[in-house]
């Protein structure tokens, strides 16, 4: 279940955070956004993956968030469900 304990309330990318959204609907507001290291993250043919707890996952197309990263790093939004993780959001960091 995705929560909100209030630790980024003054953060000045709050409101942006919050309004970001997929194909698949909005990020913020149904999970959790995990930064992920660029080791743990690539891009091969116009589509990404992440490693999340060891385990490759492809990011559906429709995932992707394609408006600029004012953030910078790379974020994931992992939903559990009972059939495994998908991703409802992935938004890609600059690669170093």
Not at 28 to 41: K, L
């Amino acid at each position: 279940m995705a929560r909100d304990d209030g630790r980024f309330a003054n953060s000045p990318l709050k409101p942006w955070f919050d309004s970001l959204k997929s194909g698949k609907g909005p990020c913020c507001s149904d999970a959790d956004g995990v930064t992920v290291s660029d080791p743990d993250w690539d891009s091969k043919n116009g589509h990404y993956r992440v490693r999340l707890d060891g385990e490759w996952i492809d990011v559906p197309d429709d995932a992707v968030i394609t408006q600029p990263n004012r953030f910078g790093r790379t974020v994931v939004w992992p939903i559990e469900s009972p059939v495994g993780k998908t991703i409802r959001c992935f938004m890609p960091g600059s690669m170093s």
